[in-house]
């Protein structure tokens, strides 16, 4: 079955960091754009982060730039965020996705279970 495993979230301070990963099982990366997006209560679901696992193009939310940094590893099929300086805005579900390599996350054919990402004042 093709589907997408994410992980790493919880409750972290302002401030502090966070891991989430992203396993794939069912097909592998190759030819394929994966990103993170959140979603807050009551907000829309925005995109966070993209990665292209063709040639390693990234594209970050204004909101996050310089403080979350997404990446890959290719023999572990999977891809990470490490996010840093968390801040309470910070708060909502994140979910990772894949979609084609050429529509950088705009098209998204699978997705993740979500994580929770809880950051307190």
């Known amino acids: 079955e093709v589907r997408l495993v994410d992980s790493g979230g919880g409750l972290v301070q302002a401030g502090g960091s966070l891991r989430l990963s992203c396993a794939a099982s069912g097909f592998t990366f190759d030819g394929y754009a994966i990103g993170w997006f959140r979603q807050a209560p009551g907000k829309e679901r925005e995109e966070v982060s993209c990665?292209?696992?063709?040639?390693?193009?990234?594209n970050y939310a204004d909101s996050v730039k310089g403080r979350f940094t997404i990446s890959s590893d290719k023999s572990e099929n999977s891809v990470y965020l490490e996010m840093n300086s968390l801040k309470p805005e910070d708060t909502a579900f994140y979910y990772c996705a894949a979609g084609g390599d050429a529509f950088m996350c705009r098209s998204l054919e699978v997705w993740g279970q979500g994580a929770l990402v809880t950051v307190s004042s």
């Open positions: 990665i292209s696992s063709t040639d390693g193009r990234t």
